[in-house]
T-cell receptor
């Protein structure tokens, strides 16, 4: 079983729509959760992090965490073509030297 | 100036060569990491350093040798690599605070082994 699992996509949404990206993880000891955006040929860029159950909003982005279901999601409202990228979910475990486990990424395509 | 800087950006090396990748962070972080990103595979953690001490070696072959002389600099020494080692090598840093580890990445080194 993969430790962090994401739908590989590609996920295609029209401009202005809500894009929903999902991630599940297997280690119940996980304490920190991150979403990175990676454009083709570039390095991952941190866009959201969440540590507590519930929602966290930052501009057009909302991260949602449900530790009981071992599920974290990222919603992108009013999607723009510039949001087209691969989104990486990463999970961290306390007391393991900052080790992050990444999912395989979901490719998002926003069509004008 | 970006927070985490990697050099070189691109590297082509033969299987008998020895080369080194360099990473420098200007964020005052106490932890640094090497990750490998191969096509169609998740980012793989290779090495972790906390306060200059290696705390993780994720079953990485000995042809990859890390070095962390201080908390701002991290090297990855390469020797007798194989073509399947061709990948994007990413350095990251974070501030270890009660397990909350927001990691920031450098631009990466695109390595091609011929």
């Amino acid at each position: 079983q993969k430790e962090v699992e994401q739908n590989s996509g590609p996920l295609s949404v029209p401009e202005g729509a809500i894009a929903s990206l999902n991630c599940t993880y297997s280690d119940r000891g996980s304490q920190s959760f991150f979403w990175y955006r990676q454009y083709s040929g570039k390095s991952p860029e941190l866009i959201m992090f969440i540590y507590s159950n519930g929602d966290k909003e930052d501009g057009r982005f909302t991260a949602q965490l449900n530790k009981a279901s071992q599920y974290v999601s990222l919603l992108i409202r009013d999607s723009q073509p510039s949001d087209s990228a691969t989104y990486l979910c990463a999970v961290g475990v306390y007391n393991q030297g900052g080790k992050l486990i990444f999912g395989q990424g979901t490719e998002l395509s926003v069509k004008p | 100036e970006t927070g985490v800087t990697q050099t070189p950006r691109h590297l082509v090396m033969g299987m008998t060569n020895k080369k080194s990748l360099k990473c420098e962070q200007h964020l005052g972080h106490n932890a640094m990491y090497w990750y490998k990103q191969s096509a169609k595979k998740p980012l793989e953690l290779m090495f972790v350093y906390n306060f200059k001490e290696q705390t993780e070696n994720n079953s990485v072959p000995s042809r990859f040798s890390p070095e962390c002389p201080n908390s701002s600099h991290l090297f990855l020494h390469l020797h007798t690599l194989q073509p399947e080692d061709s990948a994007l090598y990413l350095c990251a840093s974070s501030q270890e605070t009660q397990g909350r580890t927001e990691a920031f990445f450098g631009q990466g080194t695109r390595l091609t082994v011929v």
